[in-house]
C-alpha cells in the first residue's frame, strides 16, 4: 500500500518519520543514547544553529538540523512527529514529565499581572503550582467550576477587575479525579470574547481521554497538554509530558524548553515509540473494561455513587450534550463515592488484590486510590468538599485484566 493511502493515525505509529535505511535497516528505530551530533563542515553547524536559535527563517525544503540532545534528538523529533498525527496538531514538544510540560506552557504565556483563568478541579500538582507558585510571581488566578455556564464565567472573569488582564485559559476536561467535562469550545469563546489585539490562548489538558478519544485542537484549543506518563505511555515505567499546538505557539514553548532543559531523554522516547504502536488497542480494552465495571458500581448497594462519563444520559443535562458533542469514548476512568467516609473507603482499598493501591493512571494494570488523601491532599479543604472530592470519593484507573476479575475484586472489597 503506498503511504497516500494510509488514513488512520494507529496505522502510522509503526514508521511514520523513519526510514529504516537510515540505520542499517533496523526495523525499529535505535536509542540514540548521545548528547552531541558531528557536523559535515562547519557552515552546516552554523546553518543549523542559526534556525535553532531564531536568527534566520528556513529557505524552503531546510530541515533543522541535529545538534545537541538539549535541542533535538531523532527519537524525540520522530516521536513528536507521531505524536501529532492523533491531534492533527502542527507541532509537538515532548518533556520529562507532564507537569514540566504544564509549568512551561504557563511560565511561557503569563508574567506579573497578568491573569489566568482555570477550571477546577485540577489534578492536584496543577492546583498546587497555580496557587502556591504562580501567585508568588504576582500572577492573578481565577477558578470556575463545572456547572458554572458560559454566561457565569464570563462574568465572573467581568466582575474580577482583571479581565483586561486575561491572557491564558487553562482547563482540564475530563477533570481529575471527579470526571467533570468542561465545554472547550464555550472556553474557546470566553477567550474570544476577551481579546484585543493579543489572542487569549485556550490550553486543555487532555490527559484523561487523549490523544485517542477527545481532541481539544478541533473544538479551538491552542494547546493540549498531556501527562504521557499515563495512557501514551501506558505501562508505569516512565514519566513524560507533551504540548501540542499550532507551529506559532510551539516555537515558543520549544524555545523555553531548550533553555529549562526539560525535554526527555532519548531512552524515554523511544519507550513512548514502543507504547505508540500499542496505543489505540490498550485504550478500546481498558475502556471496554470500564464499561462494565462502572455498570457493576453502579448497581451496587454500598456504592452511593458513580462518576463514570458511560453512564451519562440526557437527564444530566449540559454534562451529556458536551460529552456527546465533544469525546469520542467514555475512556477509562471511575471516581465513585463509598456509602460511608474515609474510614469505609480505606477499608475498601485495603481489601483489593488485583487493583494496586497507586495513583497514576492510565496504565495495563488497574489502579485504585484515595484523591482527597493523596493526589488531592494538598488542595483547599473547603475547596475538595465544593468540588466533589470527599473523603468517601475513590478513583479507579481500569486497565487490561479480564472485566470478570476486576469487578470479583471489587466485589469482595465491597462486601468486606
Known amino acids: 500500500m503506498e503511504a497516500k493511502h494510509i488514513k488512520n493515525p494507529e496505522s502510522w505509529m509503526m514508521s511514520y518519520g523513519y526510514n529504516p535505511q537510515w540505520s542499517e535497516g533496523a526495523v525499529k528505530c535505535p536509542i540514540f543514547q548521545t548528547s552531541t551530533f558531528a557536523f559535515a563542515s562547519a557552515e552546516e553547524g552554523k546553518a543549523f544553529f542559526e534556525l535553532a536559535y531564531g536568527l534566520r527563517e ?25 505524536l501529532s498525527l492523533w ?20 511560565l511561557e504565556f503569563l508574567k506579573p499581572g497578568d491573569l489566568l483563568l482555570h477550571s477546577g478541579p485540577l489534578y492536584g500538582g496543577t492546583d498546587h ?71 487569549i490562548l485556550l490550553a486543555v489538558d487532555n490527559t484523561y481521554l487523549g490523544p485517542v478519544w477527545q481532541h481539544p485542537l478541533k ?25 501540542l499546538g499550532k507551529q506559532a505557539h510551539m516555537d515558543r514553548v520549544r524555545a523555553l524548553r531548550t533553555f529549562f532543559g526539560n525535554m526527555a531523554g532519548p531512552w524515554t522516547g523511544w519507550l ?25 458500581l453502579a448497581a451496587h448497594p454500598q456504592v452511593k455513587k458513580v462518576h463514570y462519563l458511560g ?16 469525546c469520542l469514548a467514555p475512556g477509562a476512568m471511575i471516581s465513585f463515592e463509598i456509602r460511608g467516609g474515609e474510614a469505609e473507603a480505606f477499608a475498601f482499598l485495603n481489601k483489593l488484590h488485583l487493583f494496586k ?26 475547596e475538595k468538599m465544593k468540588l466533589g472530592i470527599t473523603p468517601a470519593l475513590i478513583r479507579l484507573s481500569i486497565g487490561v485484566e479480564h472485566p470478570d476479575d476486576l469487578i470479583a475484586d471489587l466485589a469482595q472489597a465491597l462486601e468486606s
Open 272 to 296: 513512548l515509540l514502543r507504547s505508540l504502536e500499542t496505543l489505540k488497542i490498550r485504550v478500546e480494552r481498558q475502556t471496554k473494561n470500564a464499561e462494565e465495571v462502572a455498570r457493576f
Open 129 to 199: 503550582f497555580i496557587k502556591s507558585y504562580l501567585h508568588k510571581q504576582n500572577i492573578h488566578t481565577l477558578e470556575f467550576s463545572p456547572d458554572m455556564s458560559e454566561e457565569q464565567i464570563t462574568e465572573l472573569v467581568e466582575q474580577s477587575g482583571l479581565s483586561a488582564n486575561l491572557r491564558l485559559i487553562f482547563i482540564e476536561t475530563p477533570a481529575n479525579p471527579t470526571n467533570a467535562l468542561i465545554d472547550i469550545e464555550a472556553c474557546r469563546r470566553i477567550a474570544d470574547r476577551f481579546s484585543g489585539e493579543e489572542r
Open 219 to 243: 473544538h479551538g484549543a491552542d494547546l493540549v497538554v498531556y501527562s504521557a506518563t499515563k495512557y501514551i505511555g501506558g505501562h508505569s515505567d516512565l514519566i513524560a509530558g507533551a504540548v
Open 58 to 82: 528556513k529557505k524552503p525544503r531546510e530541515q533543522i538540523g541535529l545538534i545537541y540532545s538539549r535541542l533535538n534528538n531523532p527519537d524525540l523529533q520522530i516521536l513528536e512527529e507521531r
Open 357 to 382: 493501591l497507586a495513583v497514576s493512571l492510565g496504565s495495563t494494570e488497574s489502579l485504585a486510590q484515595h484523591p482527597d488523601s493523596m493526589t488531592h491532599a494538598a488542595v483547599d479543604p473547603e
Open 311 to 326: 453512564l451519562l444520559t440526557e437527564e444530566d443535562g449540559r454534562q451529556y450534550e458536551i460529552y456527546r458533542r465533544q
Open 87 to 106: 491531534d492533527k496538531a502542527e507541532a509537538c514538544a515532548v518533556f520529562e514529565s507532564g507537569m514540566s510540560a504544564i509549568t512551561t506552557v504557563m
